[in-house]
């Protein structure tokens, strides 16, 4: 769809549209909407059924309706109903889109409209800044208006204009100090609110007879403060991302059960990390950011912006709901103020307000017995908490010397995920309470049989800034000798990850011969694969092996050319080092394990998940990563799918090579189900 210009002739309009708008650089009436040439058609979603025009300061109804700020405050003015539905409204009623939505439309690509001068194209929100600084044709109409309304002054220089731009500065990573919090955090929202090329988002996938609807996306940003008893303690999340990757943001992709992190509850899988300690860190490296979160101390300050899925539950929807439930009054009394109940809280984005995601063993609640996990907190020591925070909830807690008096609404068989487990499987089939990061035998034997090795019409080539560097490594040796190495990884590992080195020890031959290092993939010893091997397969094979005389080493090593690996000597829950989420991107694709993930969703859903990536002209070809999960949407409730997985086809079709604009139209043809080949890698524990 593209906005047509006005006629800049036309007499009727002379007197208001004497002079180009500065922002657009088109005529229009001083209140109308900005006029603007799109390059490709616009979705009809992100269209304003009162202009007919791609959003501009988009506002959200509360009938679940969206248009631009000047076009529903001018209907306003004249009538007292939606457009669309025509039910009863008042401005007041509405407010602004998420700043996901906002964003998104902001980043709809423009041609700049002085096509004789300027044939540039660029994002909707970066043309004022174009023609005020860069378009020659702007710059050009200045100076002839300039002379037409100076004629004395004509062939003289005009005097420069100093233009003052609202353009945002790259944001940096400061050397200390919180005195740029409240800068940092606006950089790091707008970096995660706009949508990266290819992004699929989850808000516009309904189709025109869903519009009436059709809802907000809701994020929101939060500050978390993290108090550790041992500062050296790791938080116990898994993160993706960082600017040197697709994602750009950096995303929580796990929550560790048990971990500080699980203790606190606020933080969730999908989450993004704007800030550490008052440094923004939407725009730094992966490395950096694993440097930032893994930095000791009592206290960590966090700033994370969080979705909270569809605002598509009204009042109404939810007194009926409500009246199948069983309201229930429990009181737990502390022997003291700072005694803990032994709760953990959570906000859930399909239904309002505040639940209980779990009671610790041992805790004042669970000892008590009438609390149950999904309960929903209506009010605590009389306090108001349907509308309120998991944070609200803990201050009154806190405060409270001896009662706290609950009152909860109860769903009969209603239950809430369990958080993932080091060493399980995230399916929500898993009902096992156990908290000592094993799983049963069977259960991953069962799993194995969802994932296969990278078929050959999968594969691809490594992305820009990785090499691979396979090396033969013989060794002559004593037989009772020791090849003095640890290794991670195994086919039976939740990720399916090659067998890899995990530290080279001082005291075997490996360390004196000095070829094989830590990070190290494992290919074969003494012409055995072990690249399909499970953890203790590989440890017998190698054991075998080193009794010989003679050993002969495959190997091969991932090198980044773009980032040097910090020191990061960080033991994960009994094992040793483990690679970077990074490293494992720059892994050869006939080496990886994919899975097939079936998502299934009703005609009023759209699939919940956001992707960045695809072939552009400037990067090549880079991997399709999942950049959010929205909560309460199909791909939240499947649980399979993680944010930094890579989709590596669609429906079997491959996804190399493609484009986002070749990729999302296949997505959003799917109507109710569709099979993502995906290839997992854990996150980079902090």
Known sequence: MLATMADPIAEEHASQVSELCCECGQFHFLLDNHLYNFQDEVDDELICHICLQPLLQ???????????????????QEYNFCPMDRKKLSFQQCHKSSLLVRNLLDKLIVFCPFKAECQQTMQRCELEAHLQNRCPGFKKYKSELQRKKNPVSKGKEDPPTKVETNMPKDPEVPSGGSSLVAESSAAAVVSLGTAEPGLVNPAFEETEEDLPQRTSLVAETTTIEIHREDPEEELGMRIVGGK???????????????????????????DHILEVNGVNISSVTHCQAVSFLRHPGPVLHLM??????????????????????????????????SEPLGIKLIRKTDEAGIFILDLLEGGLAAKNGKLSRNDRVLSINGQDLRQGTPEA???IIQTTESRVNFVILRQPGAQLPDLVEDGSTSNSS???????????VHHRRRLDQNHYRRKSNYQKDLPQGYASHEKTVAIKKEPKESLGITIGGGRDNK????????????????FRDGRIKRGDVLLSINGIDLTHLNYYEAVSALKSNAASHSVVLKALEIISLNSTEPSLDVKEQGFGWSPLWITWLGLPSHLHCCQDIVLSKGNLESWGFSIVGGFEESKGNQPFFIKTIVPGTPAFRDRKLKCG???????????????????????????????????SWPGSLV
């Open 58 to 76: 988009p506002m959200d109804t509360p009938c679940g309706h969206t248009y631009c700020f000047k076009c529903l405050e001018n209907f306003m």
């Open 244 to 270: 040197d990757t697709p994602l750009g943001n950096i995303v929580v992709q796990e929550v560790l059960r048990d971990s500080v992190i699980a203790a606190d509850g606020r933080i969730a899988p999908g």
């Open 304 to 337: 994370v912006l969080q979705e909270k899925g569809f605002s598509n539950k009204t009042a109404q929807q939810d007194s009926t709901s409500a009246a199948n439930r069983e309201v229930i009054h429990v009181t737990l009394i502390k022997r003291d103020r």
């Open 393 to 395: 909830a803990a201050q």
């Open 430 to 440: 898993s009902s096992s309470s156990s908290s000592n990061g094993g799983s049963p």
């Open 495 to 510: 990720n399916k990850l090659p067998i890899y080195v995990t530290s080279v020890q001082p005291i075997g031959c490996l």
């Open 645 to 679: 997985d890579e989709i590596v086809a669609v429906n079997g079709v491959p996804a190399i090579g493609m484009s986002n604009s070749e990729l999302i139209p296949m997505l959003k043809e799917q109507r109710n189900k569709v099979t993502l080949t995906v290839v």
